[in-house]
T-cell receptor
């Protein structure tokens, strides 16, 4: 079946450090891949997405590249800020014609950035 | 554009009681989803509606959970009777006929 595996947290970094959160997936067909972020006390927000192999999603300084050969979608940011402290979820959806597909999430990775 | 609205934000009940959650999706979004997020885990789909028809309810515990989406807009998720293991955040999301789903703030349910 389809599944997503993320690196375990919590991840603690100093401000301006480089961030990588690993995400690998198992899926049939050609999934779309997503990173969602959940700030304390808030709902899930879409951070970025990629819909086909070699696509790079980017937003707010975060990037992730859809790697079909390694079935990965690692999240990176060159310089994190305290305000990036949140829980990050990697997710996939398999396409259905004319229908949104359900999202399958990883377990989430908590990021804590210290000043 | 207004986001996905959910109410209540928090609910505490005793086991074996009933509870209902309400969701109002983004205007024009035909697809509506209910997810359950247990503490420390990623959200898991309970049910997906396309307009007012059910597309996927394979993960919905139908002996105690029910959901409806009358008129293809608002939706209600009900649990009757609640169990301790139902303590979770219940998230509603909506989308157009494409991939991106937009989430509401969620309802945090505590079952004592």
């Amino acid at each position: 079946g389809n599944s997503v595996t993320q690196m375990e947290g919590p991840v603690t970094l100093s401000e301006e450090a480089f961030l990588t959160i690993n995400c690998t997936y198992t899926a049939t067909g050609y999934p779309s891949l997503f990173w969602y972020v959940q700030y304390p006390g808030e709902g899930l927000q879409l951070l970025l997405k990629a819909t086909k192999a070699d696509d790079k999603g980017s937003n707010k300084g975060f990037e992730a590249t859809y790697r079909k050969e390694t079935t990965s979608f690692h999240l990176e940011k060159g310089s994190v800020q305290v305000s990036d402290s949140a829980v990050y979820f990697c997710a996939l959806t398999t396409r259905r014609a004319n229908q949104g597909g359900k999202l399958i999430f990883g377990q989430g990775t908590e990021l804590s950035v210290k000043p | 554009e207004a986001g996905v609205a959910q109410s209540p934000r928090y609910k505490i009940i005793e086991k074996r009681q009933s509870v209902a959650f309400w969701c109002n999706p983004i205007s024009g979004h035909a697809t509506l989803y209910w997810y359950q997020q247990i503490l420390g885990q990623g959200p898991k789909l309970l049910i997906q509606f396309q307009n007012n028809g059910v597309v996927d309810d394979s993960q919905l515990p139908k002996d105690r959970f029910s959901a409806e989406r009358l008129k293809g807009v608002d939706s209600t998720l009900k649990i009757q009777p609640a169990k301790l293991e139902d303590s979770a955040v219940y998230l509603c999301a909506s989308s157009r006929r494409e991939d991106t789903q937009y989430f509401g703030p969620g309802t945090r349910l505590t079952v004592l």
